[in-house]
């Protein structure tokens, strides 16, 4: 194991300090040292996030076209120096370790192995990963996928991947036979593709990044942009400076809502005070959302009718549906429900109600604090409700924007990574590429999950992630992983989902985003999309960690190459070749949202793909915007159970999802094991539990699956009663698969039924 693992004791400190600030300059520090990043990473970091540069591959916040001198966050100085590490993972390094023993390891540990260097392939007989070739590795895996039945194979893909390999994946596996075609955004965001869809028909945020700077009320629900998106506190600060108001809706009380540090300021550096961020802050029980902007919305009718002139008349006239049904029922939801449900009073409700009556163009941003529940859907109808009542979606300084997480999650679904056949121009793709894509739906995460506890699925491709891990009854997947025939993991750092190797198992290790990718001798752009549905291109300038690394894209189309039969119209490697051949394809297919691709993919600030919903184009079922009654007002679906805890997972300040990039989660005061879950001292003092105590939690689902996890660290922190926290994927083993949300299965990780042992 390393010898770097930060030597933390297990304990809990009060951290003072806001976001950014010193302490985000200590954080990047620490996981330099870490990281022990090679020559040019400072020079990678001046130009990340601006046009010529390359965009970063932590989140996927916009990059202006303006941009600061230093335009990039804490995570994202992290996640670049994290892939430009001096720390190799080589053939050697495998003939020392087996994978039985790599299995004990940490994932802290695993990562600190460093890059992976070679293309390998799993050795039953002496269970450790051997290296092999190229040609090898394409040509078996090749004759492997041949042998399986396609509609049994699953191609995932991480938020990572750039347009180009994305799209390139998405036709390989549909030229190959199937469309299971599950990505990161299963987990997170699909309830946004879906639930918002839905209701204004746009499956993806409808505020581009200057709409932050006319807007006068910010609701801030279920997000810490100080964890998970730190650039996002720039817009956020200067809009608090200016005197909007920011309300945040979080059942954490979290330093990333509270005050920044711009880092950029040398008066806040040195002498200055940090910048208030939220006006208020709204603790909601995990699943009280629904209830609490029902409550604000209540209040907001209620205004209108006793004084008139608070409603958009206008707009609801013209551009809305099913005002007087939700109107009614949200007469007959009582003020009690309201606040037992939420966990609010009345007054804190009416509170913000009085605000939003008031003003004139307000954002509803938020994470998955609303999507990662049974009914996260009707949670995100909830906050469209409210906004439709002042006509706050489709103009300036105003509309719905969700946050996403993966620098190019959204970019993945636009270039046909998706299950569902009717989401991609297969008339396109028939007339381009003489071929006859499959029309029946494929598997998404859960469904793929579920194929594979129950023995359907053979064979598993993942461009990135470390998916066995990510998953919900990550025990139970474990077990069953192993099972299939073949494994292909196209990666950068070992991970836990490469020890758990099917029958025939494949590691092929790719380049970072940050590296050269030559091909004859011209270095290509990717490019992706971020989450104002603006479109850059992306240059990497470092030398790659191996010779033998080859790109995402490369490798997608030799895999191809070697799987399907020879189709004149499909040249995979041709098209490899040169990335400016397949965004020519993706303007071919996508003509509308990729109209002049190649020159404007560079501009300052990236081209806008358009948003119908921004127009207030309306591709609904009314052909309007809709208003919609929730299923139920407890966004959880668990309702009062005696003994029965709501358990939300989340990342520390040194984790980027499944990847942990140290022991220290600084913005909440607390260092040292990530085995711990975070209590209200008032439900410890209940339930008889003393700070630091370990103590086991075990599922409450009724489904009649035994879920434990052990040796959990007590820690006293400012939640609602009833409610726990803890980090993924440490906790991951007791989030049911049977429970996410109904529209769109995302696991309800927001929202997990668990008891103390």
Known sequence: MSDDQPKTDDRVFSYDGPVGGWGSAKGMAQVARAAKPGPGALETLRGQNKAGGMMCASCAWGKPPNPHVV???????????????????????????????????????????????????????????????????????????????????????????????????????????????????????????VGL??????????????????????????????????????????????????????????????????????????????????????????????????????HVLALERSRGGVLDHDFLNRHAHGLQDWMDWVDATDWTELEQVSGLTRAAMEGIGAVYARSRAVIGVYGMGLTQHVHGSDAIGALVNLLLLRGNIGRKGAGCSPVRGHSNVQGQRTVGITEKPELVPNDHLRALFDMQPPMEEGWNTTAFVEALLEGR??????????????????????????????????????????????????????????EQDMQGGVNQQVSVEDSFSHIHGSIGNRTPASPHLLSETEIVARMAAATLDPNPKMPWRHWAGDHARIRALIEAVYPDDFRDFETRMNQPGGFYRDNAARNRVWKTESGRAQ???????????????????????????????????????????????????????????????????????????????ARRVNGLRVIPYDIPRGCLAGYFPELNPLSPLSRGDLASDTPASKGIPVRLA
């Open 457 to 514: 699925a053979t064979g598993f491709v993942g461009l990135g992630g470390n998916l066995a891990r990510a998953v919900p009854d990550t025990d139970r997947v474990a077990d069953a992983w192993r099972s299939m025939p073949l494994t292909v993991h196209v990666a950068t750092r070992l991970n836990r989902t490469h020890l758990m190797p099917g029958q025939a198992s494949w590691i092929l290790p790719c380049l970072v985003r940050a």
């Open 197 to 298: 869809k839905t209701v204004v028909g746009s499956p993806v945020g409808t505020c581009v990044l200057e709409d932050f700077d006319h807007c006068d009320m910010i609701l801030q629900i279920g997000q810490n942009p100080g964890t998970n998106s730190p650039r996002m506190l720039h817009p956020l600060q200067q809009a608090a400076k200016r005197g909007c108001c920011i309300v945040a809706i979080n059942p954490l009380r979290e330093k990333g809502l509270l005050e920044f540090a711009n880092p950029q300021s040398p008066w806040q550096m040195t002498v200055g005070a940090p910048t208030e961020i939220a006006d208020r802050y709204l603790q909601v029980r995990a699943g009280g959302d629904i209830a609490a902007l029902t409550g604000i919305a209540k």
């Open 627 to 705: 208003f919609t009654r929730p299923a139920d007002l407890d966004a959880t679906g668990l309702g009062a159970q005696e003994g029965v805890y709501r358990l939300m997972t989340l990342r520390s300040n040194d984790q980027f999802n499944t990847t942990v990039y140290g022991m220290s989660d600084r913005l909440r005061g607390i260092e040292g094991d990530r085995m711990l879950v975070m209590m209200s001292p008032d439900d410890m003092a209940a339930a008889g539990l003393a700070a630091e105590q370990r103590i086991t939690l075990t599922s409450a689902a009724e489904d009649g699956i």
């Open 71 to 193: 335009e990039f966050c804490e995570n994202g100085a992290k996640a670049t120096l994290w892939d430009l590490t001096s720390e190799r993972c080589g053939p050697d390094f495998f003939l020392d370790h087996t994978v039985t023993e790599l299995a004990t390891w940490s994932e802290y540990d695993l990562e600190m192995a460093g890059r992976l260097t070679h293309p390998l392939r799993y050795d039953a007989s002496s269970d450790r990963y051997l290296e092999t070739t190229w040609d090898e590795a394409f040509a078996e895996i090749g004759q492997g996928l041949r042998s399986l039945d396609p509609k049994t194979v699953t191609f995932y893909a991480s938020g990572k991947a750039g347009l180009e390999a994305s799209f390139l994946y998405g036709l390989y596996a549909r030229a190959y036979g199937h469309v299971n075609l599950p990505d990161s955004s299963n987990m997170c965001h699909e309830t946004t593709s």
